[in-house]
């Protein structure tokens, strides 16, 4: 594979200035100026600026390009003393803009660096770049977001680097890094151009995009149902789960290795209002019930869930990131409950992405859509017949991207109430199903991280930078990946280490020394729990099968 495809670059063959240097091969120094650049004409493509940029004690010098393709902005990165290799990043949410602090962790190490903005430039309201569908502007920008944006900027990037270093080749290796969003990204890529990157790293990925976002608005009915839940009161339910879940591994240590393995029922386990009258203390008995349907899922009246629900933990006392308000508080907010006068993050993806994509305005959507209104019954079978082909990043045969010598390494928070861990776990045992398990395991890596939340953060030891590091030991020197040391804190603020290790092991705990030094824990096969648990299964109805080492980051 090792992306030297020619990617069409006649067109930047022509170019002059090409032309008086052809023959070059295989270059690491610029051949030409950095503002020549800005004279390059591609189709659909605007360059707003090409400037070098001196270096700096944490970055080299390079060339920052700038410009537009169509409505989706890119920023490529262009160092002068290039290491033959590339490096791209997604994006987070609805998309709208480009996390250049992320464009720069790849250039910092000397790879051409680069991200497109996801198919426009307008974040907020989430998803209302897509509407009207009649809008052939509007179609354009839902294509990009959807599939397009990471693939043409790579295939933009590549004319760039044969531009300013002569090279013909393309870059020797080519590597994808992101996280949430631009974890579907880098599966699309996986799925759909599985020659485009010889390495990828994608964590926490929304690759179901229409059932997590429909999830999104359901959370919203059942807590408009109850009557809202006042965000206080989260650290109650967190405290209430982890009473009934920290154990089941064997060690009481604030984290709940794998939530399938927890039988937490918020009717029962919740202490209930007296009177059924709502307290601080106390949950009246439609908050039990919305937080029951919460972890439970979506379903339908027939009892068919539509994806499933928020994983135990995720509700657990953390430090916030600073997107939904910093602080600390329950995983909960910002993302499930919105913290006054912020709605959640979830509901706002849901309801951007029914009313402006989802749902055509024939159907129900548009600015004024209720999201009261959307039935279950008919209206997630809508949206996902109107959008899961474009959006979402499902398909579980990835045998041409194994053939082609790809490597994907997959990580996701067991904690994560964003895109929730069983959607990852879902997604790579069908990979597993559908092509076996030594195979899939000869290219794909998945790693759950207990403690995790969204693309970070939370209770969890993680150290994405580790994992990056291993992917490119793996595309260029075949060492397959194994387990590695994580870093975070205690929920009291102490620094905890453990491994992470590739699914389905689990750090087993050695019996003796310190449970928050790594080196007293071993990655082995899960052992069953002692309880009688279910874990969230659709066999039995039907339905669809703080501190923290993070140098290279899952970008929002």
């Given at each position: 594979?090792?992306?030297?495809?020619?990617?069409?670059?006649?067109?930047?063959?022509?170019?002059?200035?090409?032309?008086?240097?052809?023959?070059?091969?295989?270059?690491?120094?610029?051949?030409?100026?950095?503002?020549?650049?800005?004279?390059?004409?591609?189709?659909?493509?605007?360059?707003?600026?090409?400037?070098?940029?001196?270096?700096?004690?944490?970055?080299?010098?390079?060339?920052?390009?700038?410009?537009?393709?169509?409505?989706?902005?890119?920023?490529?990165?262009?160092?002068?003393?290039?290491?033959?290799?590339?490096?791209?990043?997604?994006?987070?949410?609805?998309?709208?803009?480009?996390?250049?602090?992320?464009?720069?962790?790849?250039?910092?190490?000397?790879?051409?660096?680069?991200?497109?903005?996801?198919?426009?430039?307008?974040?907020?309201?989430?998803?209302?770049?897509?509407?009207?569908?009649?809008?052939?502007?509007?179609?354009?920008?839902?294509?990009?977001?959807?599939?397009?944006?990471?693939?043409?900027?790579?295939?933009?990037?590549?004319?760039?680097?044969?531009?300013?270093?002569c090279d013909m080749d393309g870059p020797e290796y080519s590597y994808?890094?992101?996280?949430?969003?631009?974890?579907?990204?880098?599966?699309?890529?996986?799925?759909?151009?599985?020659?485009?990157?010889?390495?990828?790293?994608?964590?926490?990925?929304?690759?179901?995009?229409?059932?997590?976002?429909?999830?999104?608005?359901?959370?919203?009915?059942?807590?408009?149902?109850?009557?809202?839940?006042?965000?206080?009161?989260?650290?109650?339910?967190?405290?209430?789960?982890?009473?009934?879940?920290?154990?089941?591994?064997?060690?009481?240590?604030?984290?709940?290795?794998?939530?399938?393995?927890?039988?937490?029922?918020?009717?029962?386990?919740?202490?209930?209002?007296?009177?059924?009258?709502?307290?601080?203390?106390?949950?009246?008995?439609?908050?039990?019930?919305?937080?029951?349907?919460?972890?439970?899922?979506?379903?339908?009246?027939?009892?068919?869930?539509?994806?499933?629900?928020?994983?135990?933990?995720?509700?657990?006392?953390?430090?916030?990131?600073?997107?939904?308000?910093?602080?600390?508080?329950?995983?909960?907010?910002?993302?499930?409950?919105?913290?006054?006068?912020?709605?959640?993050?979830?509901?706002?993806?849901?309801?951007?992405?029914?009313?402006?994509?989802?749902?055509?305005?024939?159907?129900?959507?548009?600015?004024?859509?209720?999201?009261?209104?959307?039935?279950?019954?008919?209206?997630?079978?809508?949206?996902?017949?109107?959008?899961?082909?474009?959006?979402?990043?499902?398909?579980?045969?990835?045998?041409?991207?194994?053939?082609?010598?790809?490597?994907?390494?997959?990580?996701?928070?067991?904690?994560?109430?964003?895109?929730?861990?069983?959607?990852?776990?879902?997604?790579?045992?069908?990979?597993?199903?559908?092509?076996?398990?030594?195979?899939?395991?000869?290219?794909?890596?998945?790693?759950?991280?207990?403690?995790?939340?969204?693309?970070?953060?939370?209770?969890?030891?993680?150290?994405?930078?580790?994992?990056?590091?291993?992917?490119?030991?793996?595309?260029?020197?075949?060492?397959?990946?194994?387990?590695?040391t994580g870093a975070g804190l205690t929920a009291t603020g102490d620094?905890?280490?453990?491994?992470?290790?590739?699914?389905?092991?689990?750090?087993?705990?050695?019996?003796?020394?310190?449970?928050?030094?790594?080196?007293?824990?071993?990655?082995?096969?899960?052992?069953?729990?002692?309880?009688?648990?279910?874990?969230?299964?659709?066999?039995?109805?039907?339905?669809?099968?703080?501190?923290?080492?993070?140098?290279?980051?899952?970008?929002?």
């Amino acid at each position: 594979m090792h992306s030297k495809q020619k990617l069409l670059l006649i067109n930047v063959i022509i170019f002059n200035l090409l032309i008086l240097v052809s023959g070059a091969g295989f270059c690491t120094q610029p051949c030409n100026t950095c503002d020549n650049l800005q004279d390059l004409s591609f189709s659909g493509v605007t360059i707003t600026s090409a400037t070098l940029i001196s270096g700096t004690t944490t970055l080299p010098e390079h060339c920052r390009v700038e410009g537009f393709r169509y409505f989706d902005q890119f920023i490529i990165k262009l160092p002068t003393d290039w290491n033959g290799r590339y490096y791209q990043i997604g994006n987070g949410g609805s998309a709208g803009s480009i996390v250049e602090s992320g464009i720069d962790e790849g250039l910092a190490q000397g790879y051409v660096a680069a991200s497109g903005s996801g198919g426009h430039t307008e974040p907020y309201p989430m998803f209302a770049f897509a509407y009207p569908p009649t809008d052939p502007d509007a179609r354009q920008k839902l294509n990009d977001h959807c599939f397009g944006s990471v693939h043409e900027t790579m295939l933009l990037a590549k004319k760039f680097i044969a531009a300013y270093y002569c090279d013909m080749d393309g870059p020797e290796y080519s590597y994808y890094n992101s996280c949430s969003t631009g974890g579907r990204q880098g599966l699309i890529e996986v799925q759909r151009y599985p020659e485009d990157f010889d390495g990828l790293l994608v964590g926490d990925p929304v690759h179901c995009l229409t059932q997590i976002t429909t999830r999104g608005v359901w959370a919203e009915q059942q807590l408009t149902i109850a009557r809202g839940l006042d965000p206080a009161k989260l650290s109650l339910l967190a405290d209430a789960v982890m009473d009934e879940c920290d154990e089941i591994d064997g060690l009481a240590d604030g984290l709940i290795d794998d939530p399938r393995n927890c039988t937490f029922d918020a009717m029962t386990d919740l202490p209930a209002c007296p009177g059924d009258v709502d307290g601080p203390d106390c949950f009246t008995a439609a908050q039990r019930q919305a937080i029951y349907n919460i972890y439970d899922g979506p379903r339908k009246t027939d009892g068919t869930r539509t994806t499933f629900g928020e994983a135990f933990g995720s509700e657990t006392i953390m430090q916030l990131p600073p997107y939904v308000g910093g602080g600390t508080g329950s995983g909960w907010i910002g993302w499930i409950v919105g913290m006054p006068p912020m709605g959640s993050l979830g509901f706002g993806l849901g309801d951007g992405f029914v009313k402006y994509a989802g749902l055509s305005p024939s159907g129900g959507g548009g600015p004024t859509w209720d999201y009261m209104t959307f039935d279950f019954d008919v209206d997630f079978d809508t949206v996902v017949a109107n959008m899961s082909d474009k959006c979402d990043a499902m398909d579980p045969d990835l045998s041409e991207f194994k053939t082609l010598g790809g490597k994907l390494i997959h990580y996701c928070g067991w904690a994560d109430p964003a895109t929730g861990p069983y959607q990852s776990v879902d997604y790579y045992e069908n990979v597993l199903n559908t092509m076996g398990d030594a195979e899939t395991k000869e290219f794909y890596k998945l790693y759950m991280i207990p403690g995790m939340a969204h693309c970070g953060g939370g209770l969890g030891c993680y150290d994405l930078a580790a994992l990056f590091d291993a992917l490119v030991d793996w595309v260029e020197n075949g060492i397959e990946p194994t387990s590695y040391t994580g870093a975070g804190l205690t929920a009291t603020g102490d620094p905890r280490t453990r491994p992470m290790c590739p699914y389905p092991e689990v750090a087993v705990y050695s019996g003796t020394g310190s449970i928050d030094d790594a080196a007293n824990f071993t990655c082995q096969d899960p052992i069953p729990s002692s309880k009688d648990n279910t874990p969230p299964s659709d066999d039995d109805d039907g339905t669809l099968g703080g501190c923290f080492i993070v140098s290279i980051f899952g970008h929002h």
